[in-house]
């Protein structure tokens, strides 16, 4: 597993811990249960946190605590279950969150450019992906039908721009 | 109808890029077939019983004589010489080999066509009204909206890994030929009492085999809002939908669980947070210069009753049946509208030949102001025909097998491809529709027996909607014997209604006379001026049980 963030190849300051295991020093990623069951002994620590919500533990639930996340990391237990793809956009269009979005789990090539658009910053992806990889299947689709987290202009900004220019280009 | 722009044409040649790419990797063996196969599945490469098929879509069923010719193109070069229309508006070829379909999409991306979300968890091609723009009391031009629809939904970031495969249809008219009540979405186009156009939506119908009617959750979605409210609905089904088995995934299941009122409030609250965000905004500029696109075609002014016509009815009876079935009301004095059948006696329904694909090009180019559109009930439409062409239009079709009088009547059938080609059915349908058309062929019989729909399904996933045939025909299997289960009184229109199960099944040899029997009881108990559906209606299903199984 490594992790990609913001198109670069980087080391994981994060530590996943386990419900169970004791707290390392140093940023963690912890589940929502230990977030809610522990939220003063982790919030009294004076680092970087992370919460892992699984497919069906919705953003609202960490709505209020965003401010104290470094990481919210949204699972897909499998390619196919695209939950996360609306809890992504809830936390950077609905939430504000500035913070970390994580894709974790199993995160298929030809997803990346779906994962970025709904406002995922980082990704944790499979060995076998390059940069090469990355730098291709991040940018598959260099135009949008529809706006999204990225902000990305869409196709309907463009063709009003167009239609803008032409209509000053008339008038001058 | 709509053309690319620049932008349009870029997106499209994007994607005929990546998926070259991903079918080399498949056949370089760098990706195993498991592997391969979410991905063609983005792409409508389906793995059948015998080979790859392809699925191409045709939005709201439009297609100019150019994009026919290529069709036609296309299945002489890379299949067999024809293709096959499907209850979705598309076109499958059964035979590509995979190593030719990135050409396809080349040839098909020439003529501003693609196979983008025709298979997978996505957002499927829109379907709508083959009748767009020439019926009488059309309110607003379906295919507008539809147009807005695909753009919004093609490559959607956040809705192409749906619980399941997610499919929208609109109706621009009160009577409705888009069979939107059994569809995901269903959005019926309305005007309020200031003239204004907005949306009914219906959400949560379907077939399968769970079958459902859709319920209304909104009474009008103003037009600029329309996105809006769309995405409100797919996303409290992304984030509610069931995602642990396959056959509950659907929005239908989500509304039947929580009910249409509890889905109605989380559709509202939903949607008041998106339209308040802005993103969404449809602006009144992008629906015109849309709708540009769709304006009507230069029709002459003519006198309502053609002379021609009426002549050539009198002078041919062959013209004259095919006039009764296959011609509808258009909304300018002088015109028609022309539904060419796909359902020869025999024949399998949908299937077209490239040689017919080209002919109807021809006849809609010379006839049809060059457009053509294909039906959810596998047949063809040329919307547009002047009434004194018809005569012509007719010769021409029928030198090319194209002129079978039975739109509508009961060898007009819809049938999945069933075992005879599908990897899920379990039993065949093709050729129980081949029996039961022959069985019928007779054409004053036909007509004696007046409005009946047929509707065939291999298996209990009702690509054939037998749920809403007037006579519905489900194939099972049990322990290896292919039976046949025999439903009445569905139907697919405004009065959407799923068919109520008769009995026992019927063996392959006994299902074309329980068909012919059910037949009989109807036009034994029919009233003056009714069709199957209204006996139907009217009596319902125990005067039908009992006869049928009388002699058993």
């Not at chain 2, 070259?20 to 979410?38: H, I, W």
């Not at chain 2, 070069?77 to 190593?99: E, I, M, S």
């Not at chain 2, 009815?313 to 300018?332: M, P, Q, R, Y």
């Amino acid at each position: 597993m490594q992790l990609i963030k913001n198109g670069e190849f980087i080391e994981d300051s994060f530590v996943a811990v386990g419900d169970e295991d004791a707290l390392p020093d140093g940023p963690v990623i912890v589940s929502l249960e230990r977030w809610q069951a522990e939220r003063e002994t982790l919030s009294a620590r004076n680092t970087p946190l992370g919460v892992r919500l699984k497919s069906g533990q919705e953003p609202s639930v960490i709505a209020d605590d965003l401010d104290k996340l470094s990481v919210v990391a949204l699972e897909f237990p499998a390619y196919r279950n695209g939950r996360a793809y609306s809890y992504a956009r809830l936390l950077r269009e609905r939430y504000g969150y500035k913070g970390e979005v994580r894709a974790v789990g199993n995160v298929l090539r030809d997803q990346f450019q779906f994962m970025i658009r709904c406002g995922f910053d980082a990704l944790e992806v499979s060995d076998n992906i390059t940069p090469e990889i990355w730098a291709e299947c991040s940018n598959f689709f260099s135009l949008f039908y529809q706006p999204a987290a990225d902000g990305k202009p869409t196709v309907l900004s463009l063709r009003q721009r167009l239609a803008a220019r032409a209509q000053s280009s008339d008038t001058a | 109808m709509y053309r690319y722009d620049e932008f349009d044409h870029q997106l499209v040649n994007e994607r005929v890029a990546q998926f070259a790419n991903q079918v080399a990797r498949r056949l370089s063996g760098e990706l195993t077939e498991d592997e391969f196969k979410p991905l063609r599945l983005m792409n409508g490469v389906y793995l059948q019983l015998h080979a790859y098929m392809l699925r191409i879509a045709i939005p709201y069923g439009t297609l100019s004589s150019r994009q026919l010719r290529m069709l036609a193109h296309i299945g002489r070069t890379y299949d067999r010489g024809y293709g096959h229309f499907t209850t979705r508006q598309n076109l499958q070829f059964n035979w590509p080999a995979l190593k030719d379909v990135p050409d396809i999409l080349k040839d098909l991306a020439s003529v501003e066509m693609h196979c983008i979300q025709t298979s997978g968890n996505c957002i499927r091609n829109v379907t709508s009204d083959q009748y767009a723009g020439a019926a009488k009391n059309e309110i607003e031009d379906p295919r507008i909206i539809s147009e807005i629809i695909r753009q919004w939904s093609t490559f959607h970031p956040e809705f192409s890994f749906l619980p399941r495969k997610f499919k929208i249809a609109v109706s621009g008219t009160p009577d409705d030929r888009a069979a939107i009540r059994v569809h995901d979405i269903g959005i019926q186009i309305v005007q309020d009492g200031a003239g204004n156009i907005g949306y009914e939506v219906y959400v949560g119908g379907g077939l399968g085999r769970t079958p459902m009617i859709a319920k209304k959750i909104a009474d009008f979605v103003p037009k600029e809002d329309l996105l809006a409210y769309l995405e409100a609905v797919m996303r409290v089904y992304n984030m509610y939908g069931r995602r642990d088995n396959m056959y509950k995934s659907r929005i239908k299941i989500l509304v039947h669980e929580i009910g249409a009122e509890e889905m109605k409030r989380q559709v509202d609250a939903e949607f008041a947070e998106i339209r308040k965000a802005g993103t969404l905004h449809l602006p009144q500029e992008e629906v015109d210069r849309i709708q540009a696109y769709f304006r009507p075609p230069a029709f002459e002014t003519l006198p309502d009753e053609s002379t021609e016509l009426n002549k050539a009815v009198l002078a041919d009876t062959g013209f004259a049946n095919w006039v009764k079935s296959n011609i509808a009301a258009h909304k300018i004095p002088g015109y028609a509208i022309v539904n060419i059948s796909l359902k020869p006696i025999g024949g399998t329904p949908g299937d077209c030949t490239s040689d017919q694909m080209d002919a109807v090009a021809d006849i809609a180019e010379k006839f049809s102001f060059d457009e053509v559109r294909v039906t959810h009930e596998q047949n063809l439409t040329l919307a547009h025909v002047r009434k004194k062409d018809l005569y012509a239009v007719y010769e021409a079709l029928k030198a090319h097998d194209l002129a079978t009088p039975n739109i509508n009547l009961i060898t007009d059938q819809i049938a999945c491809p069933g075992l005879d080609y599908c990897s899920l059915a379990n039993a065949r349908s093709i050729p129980i529709a081949q029996r039961i058309s022959e069985r019928f062929a007779d054409i004053a019989r036909q007509h004696e027996i007046g409005e009946l729909k047929i509707n065939t399904s291999g298996c209990i996933n009702a690509c054939g909607h037998h749920h809403v045939g007037h006579i519905g025909i489900l194939g099972v299997d049990k322990k290896g014997v292919e039976y046949y289960q025999v439903t009445l009184g569905g139907a697919a229109d405004e009065k959407t209604a799923i068919g109520d199960i008769v009995g026992p099944a019927f063996t392959e040899d006994e299902i074309v006379d329980a068909v012919e029997k059910v037949v009989n009881i109807y036009l034994d108990k029919r009233e003056a001026g009714e069709r199957f559906i209204d006996t139907y209606r009217r009596i319902g299903l125990a005067p039908f049980k009992e006869n049928l199984y009388a002699t058993h």
